[in-house]
């Protein structure tokens, strides 16, 4: 079924074997279901774009990985705003305190993730300058600012949360072998364009190896990765039926 609705839309073979019509369903109900929950909220309904997005941001095939990626977006989200949020209360907002905001954000996760930094964490430092609230005096509030962004990220992660556990099931029935497919193939790619080399079928000077085995071996420690997450949610799920 899930082929034949990948070959109806015309996606890849990749596509299939990563459940992307599953995918594109979800997302689906997750963003109409954000966008009718969150209109209901005076608060969340402020600021639609941080639930939308943070529906979109923490769709995933496995509840493990989308509860580490909906925390670890809620703590950038705090970085953001305390680096920005200080430097706001103390100088107001001008050009100095925007640009040292940011560089101060992008200093903080580069300390905690050198390899990484956190785009999220960039929205929220510049949505501490852009959109900020007003207290009911009309003063300029950064902790009101900082709360919306909170609860309407924290709306957007829930939902997406709760549709990863709906669509879990469907995901987990065929989620190792489909993964497993994709690495066989990544790699059988990879011996058949190592023939091509030595059988010199190539044209010469042609790199294209090192993109190829780069991107096979980026696909492969995914495919483990997920492989792993999938273990131990059913390693909990057996604890917990115990």
Known sequence: MNRRISKTLGLSQE???????????????????????????????????????????????????????????????????????????????????????????????????WRLVSPVAIFTSIYMTQYIQVNEAGLPSIWLTFRLRIIALGLGVLIALFYNYIFSNLYYRKFAKKRLQYANEQVLNGLIYTAKVFQRTLPRGKRGYIQLFSQQMNDLDLVYSNIEALKTEFTILKKKSN
């Open 15 to 113: 596509a299939y074997l990563f459940d992307s019509p599953l995918y594109l369903t979800k997302s689906l109900l997750a963003i109409a279901t954000g966008y009718i929950i969150g209109k209901q909220f005076p608060i969340a309904q402020l600021d639609m774009i941080s639930v939308l997005l943070g529906v979109m941001y923490n769709l995933e095939p496995l509840n493990r990985t989308g509860i580490r990626s909906g925390v670890s977006q809620l703590i950038a989200s705090t970085i953001g705003a305390a680096a920005t949020g200080i430097l706001v209360l103390a100088f107001g907002v001008n050009v100095f305190s925007i640009s040292i905001g940011m560089v101060l954000t992008l200093y903080v996760c580069l300390k905690i993730n």
